[in-house]
C-alpha cells in the first residue's frame, strides 16, 4: 500500500515551520511563524492547544523522549520549554545573540543542543536550564543541530555550506563535510548513529557514514531540500521539498520510492513518529498534515537484502559493498542476542518503563519549580513597585 493521508490539521495564521509527534504518537506538536506552538490530539475531536509566548516566529519544536516536555526555538532569540497540556506555561532560556533555528532533546532527556544565527551550537542541561557551552566553528548562520542517538557526538549543519560533526565530550570538531553546494538547511542521525543524511539549496539529500567520514548515497532532486526524517527501521528517509513535495527514499535499494503531492506551498518540515506508522509534514500553506506509512511489515523483516544505492558523486553505481553496514538493515529479532530468559527480559523493560515515567515527573516537578520561580520574582517586582509607589505618596503628603 501507498502511504496516504490521515488526518489534516489547520489552525496556524502562517507558515508551519517544524513538526513533532510525541513517543506515544498520541500527540504532535507544530511551530509556526504566526509566534506560535500548538500541540494537536491525534484523537478524534480532541481540542489542539495554543501556547503563546514567544514574541516570534517558532522555527522549531521537538517533545522530550519521555513527552512530558516540548522545546521552542525562535526567531526572538530564545529557546522555551513548555508543559504540553494544561495552561501552556514555559521557562526561558537565553544564550543566544541571534534566531535560533533547532532545537533537540538527548536521547536521555538531559541535554538541548541549539542551532542560531550567531553562527554557534550551544549545549544546555533541561533540569537545570542552564547553558553549558559553545561549538564555534561555522562562518555563517547554523540552520540544524542534532544529537546522535547515544549522546556522544553532534552533528550541525549551516549557510556555510558544512555539514559538521563534533565530538560532545571534547567539544572539538572532528570532521567537516564539504560536499554541499548550497545552504545546508537539515542534518540528522541514522538510528544506527553510524551515519548522517543532509539536505539543502542544492536539492540533494547526501548520507555520510561517520565512522570512515565518506559519502555512501547521493540523491539528486529538482527543488530544495528543506527537512528531512529518518524512519526508525533505518531503511528509510522522507523529505520536506520546497516544490511542495514529500519524497520516501528506500535507502536498501537507494532509489526514490514514492513522491506525494499534498501540500498548496513549500513543503517546510517532516517528521516520522517514533513507532514509523505515521508522519507529519508542514508547509507554507498553513497546514499540517498526517499520514499513514503503510509500509509492508515485511519491508523491515529479518532477511538482509543486497544493498545497492544510488549513484555516487561521480555517477558511478556502486553496489553491494559490506562497508555500507551503516545501520541501514534489518531488525534481528531480540530472542537470538542473548540467552536471557522472557521473564528477565520483561522486568528489565517494566524497569525501564517506571524510570522513563519517573524521568518524566521529574520534568514535570522541574518545570513547574522554575515556573514559580518566575512566578515569585514577578510577585516580588510587583511588591517592589508598590512599596516604591506607597513611599512617594507618603513623600508627597509630607511636601
Known amino acids: 500500500e501507498d502511504p496516504s493521508l490521515e488526518r489534516h490539521f489547520k489552525g496556524h495564521r502562517d507558515a508551519v515551520t517544524s513538526v513533532d509527534f510525541s513517543r506515544t504518537t498520541k500527540q504532535l506538536a507544530s511551530g509556526s511563524m504566526d509566534s506560535c506552538l500548538m500541540i494537536w490530539s491525534m484523537k478524534p475531536q480532541m481540542r489542539a492547544y495554543r ?44 544564550a543566544h545573540t541571534a534566531t535560533v533555528r533547532s532545537v533537540h532533546f538527548s536521547s536521555d532527556g538531559q541535554s538541548l543542543v541549539t542551532a542560531s544565527d550567531d553562527k554557534t551550537v550551544k549545549v544546555w542541561t533541561v533540569h537545570r536550564q542552564k547553558f553549558l557551552f559553545s561549538l564555534n566553528q561555522h562562518i555563517n548562520w547554523v540552520r540544524c543541530a542534532r544529537f546522535s542517538p547515544d549522546g556522544r557526538l ?78 526508525p527501521s533505518g531503511n ?69 537484502k543486497p544493498q545497492k544505492y544510488g549513484s555516487s558523486v561521480d555517477g558511478t553505481h556502486s553496489t553491494g559493498q559490506s562497508e555500507m553496514d551503516c545501520g541501514i538493515h534489518h531488525k534481528k529479532t531480540k530472542t537470538q542476542d542473548s540467552g536471557r530468559t522472557h521473564e528477565q527480559q ?37 511588591l517592589k513597585e508598590c512599596l516604591e509607589n506607597q513611599q512617594k505618596i507618603i513623600q508627597n503628603k509630607t511636601n
Not at 61 to 90: C, M, N, Y
Not at 241 to 267: F, M, N
Not at 363 to 379: A, G, H, K, M, P
Open 51 to 94: 501556547f503563546m509566548g514567544h514574541k516570534d516566529a517558532v522555527l522549531c519544536v521537538q517533545f522530550s523522549p519521555s513527552g512530558h516536555l516540548v522545546a521552542s526555538a525562535s526567531r526572538d532569540k530564545t529557546v522555551r520549554l513548555w508543559i504540553p497540556s494544561v495552561k501552556g506555561e514555559s521557562t526561558v532560556f537565553k
Open 154 to 231: 553532534i552533528v550541525s549543519s549551516s549557510d556555510d555550506k558544512t555539514v559538521k560533526l563534533w565530538d560532545k565530550t571534547s567539544r572539538e570538531c572532528i570532521h567537516s563535510f564539504c560536499e554541499h553546494g548550497g545552504f545546508v538547511n537539515h542534518v540528522d542521525f541514522h538510528p544506527s548513529g553510524n551515519c548522517i543524511a543532509a539536505g539543502g539549496t542544492d536539492s540533494t539529500v547526501k548520507l555520510w557514514d561517520v565512522r570512515m567520514n565518506r559519502l555512501l548515497q547521493h540523491y539528486q532532486g529538482n527543488s530544495v531540500v528543506n527537512s528531512l526524517s529518518f524512519h
Open 236 to 304: 528509510y528517509l522522507v523529505t520536506a521539498s520546497s516544490d511542495s513535495t514529500l519524497k520516501i527514499l528506500d535507502l536498501l535499494e537507494g532509489r526514490l520510492l514514492y513522491t506525494l503531492h499534498g501540500h498548496q506551498g513549500p513543503a517546510t518540515c517532516v517528521a516520522f513518529s517514533r513507532d514509523g506508522s505515521l508522519f507529519a509534514s508542514g508547509s507554507s500553506d498553513e497546514q499540517v498534515m498526517v499520514w499513514k506509512t503503510n509500509f509492508d511489515a515485511g519491508d523491515y523483516g529479518d532477511v538482509v
Open 346 to 382: 520483561e522486568e528489565e523493560i517494566n524497569l525501564a518503563n517506571t524510570l522513563e515515567h519517573i524521568m518524566g515527573q521529574l520534568d514535570v516537578l522541574t518545570q513547574t519549580v522554575s515556573i514559580l520561580e518566575q512566578r515569585l520574582t514577578l510577585t516580588e517586582d510587583k
